[in-house]
């Protein structure tokens, strides 16, 4: 929508003037400084405040103009999303001393540790120190305050703030991996592309809904579902989500913090803790922290002479599936491991050069976990007389 602008206002009352008073000349009102141009800027000016405020509220109305206030008030009332607030870093720190504690103690939750630049961690725990232990003793904490900048490296925390009653002198705390989830405040475009996937994610228990609730989650920056399969290709009541952080993608091809992976499920449990009220009800969801590679499956597949050729394929594409989204991030899939899994298949004859593609092993960094859906596994028959009539589904329906 085109709004006039000051000089179109200007302009539609000079001529609303001269339509009045015929006898005013043009020039009287145009030239500069006259009492009728003053008179004529005034009013354009008060019309261009009104515009601009009628701008303004019409903008606030669609999600691609709306901008600040206007979009976070337009997204929770049409909605009901809210802009993501800024999150903590999530790690464990443990706690050790020189000596042996003469008596237990408690490290009680809401104790203060923190690091050489002043960063503070709050425990989230209660946990007792043994008697006669050196450590360590590990608990789960969370940082004071929420941003990027409270994300802590290894070793990072060195300072206990807080008093431990009964400690003994010695005792010493630090992070022996990095923290990991911490994140700034929503941005507008990640708001708005949330808000624009609402209808298509509003059935809860689908995976683009599980997807986008993870999303909803402080800290999350990507996220994938994926669904667990039986034999069959058939949904198997279980769901892998699999997510990133800030850090997650940035450290992919670093190998500076390589225990990230593991900390970082500190992460993924506030992650499965926020899924409760989206995933079906007995549906298991697993949380993994990591960046997702897709990777497709070729194979080439020889069937006996009893094996109902579309039902076997179907079992080989199922359990090449699961082959692969079982493999842990950073884990390298094998020709070899895929051929494994399909001996135990019914109906087929196994030479060992089932793979087709990929011709060798995929090996992903660290921070990388492989994954492949039942679509990106394809197969065809070496058996000139046993050639696949179709793809079955997960209910044996052709498509």
């Known amino acids: ?29 145009e030239r500069d400084g006259t009492d009728a141009n003053a008179i004529v800027a005034a009013l354009a000016g008060v019309g261009d405040e009104v515009v601009l405020h009628l701008a303004r509220v019409c903008a606030g109305q669609f999600l691609d103009s709306a901008r600040g206030q206007d979009l976070r008030r337009l997204v929770f009332d049409r909605y009901g999303i809210s802009a993501k607030s800024a999150s903590p870093s999530f790690g464990s720190i443990s706690f050790s001393s020189s000596t042996a504690s003469v008596a237990a103690f408690n490290i009680p939750s809401g104790t203060r540790v923190q690091t050489n630049d002043g960063r503070q961690f709050i425990t989230t725990t209660d946990v007792v120190y043994p008697s006669g232990s050196v450590g360590p003793v590990v608990v789960a904490a969370r940082s004071a305050q929420a941003g990027s900048s409270q994300q802590a490296s290894a ?37 708005r592309s949330r808000a624009k996937a609402f209808w298509s994610t509003a059935r809860r228990g689908t995976l683009a809904a599980i997807k986008e609730a993870a999303l909803a989650v402080p800290g999350v920056k990507t996220a994938a579902a994926f669904e667990g399969l039986d034999e069959l290709g058939r949904p198997a009541m279980r769901v892998q989500l699999v997510v990133t ?16 992976e593991a900390q970082s499920q500190v992460f993924g449990d506030a992650v499965f803790a926020a899924l409760s009220d989206v995933r079906a009800a007995g549906v298991f969801v697993t949380v993994t922290v990591a960046q997702v590679i897709l990777q497709s499956v070729q194979l080439a597949l020889s069937f006996d002479t009893e094996a109902d050729v579309d039902v076997s394929a179907l079992r080989a594409r199922a359990a090449t599936v699961q082959y692969v989204n079982n493999l842990p991030p950073g884990e390298a899939l094998d020709p070899a491991g895929i051929i494994e899994n399909l001996r135990l298949v019914p109906g087929l004859v196994v030479t060992g050069s089932e793979v087709v593609s990929p011709a060798g092993p995929v090996i992903p960094s660290s921070l990388q976990a492989l994954r492949t ?17 179709s793809t079955l589904n997960a209910d044996l329906v052709l498509t």
């Not at 859906?373 to 009539?389: H, W």
């Open 1 to 29: 929508m085109d709004f006039p602008s000051q000089a179109d206002l200007q302009r539609v009352a000079r001529d609303e003037i001269m339509a009045k008073n015929a006898r005013l000349r043009r020039d009287a009102i």
């Open 155 to 191: 070793g990072a925390i060195t300072a206990i703030v807080s008093t431990l009653i009964g400690a003994p002198p010695t005792i010493a705390v630090t992070n022996p991996l990095a923290t990991s989830g911490a994140d700034d405040g929503e941005d507008e475009d990640s708001l």
């Open 245 to 260: 952080d800030a850090f997650t993608e940035a450290l992919v091809t670093s190998d500076a913090i390589p225990a990230y």
């Open 373 to 389: 859906t039942l679509k990106m596994v394809s197969t065809v028959s070496t058996n000139p007389n046993r050639a696949l009539q």
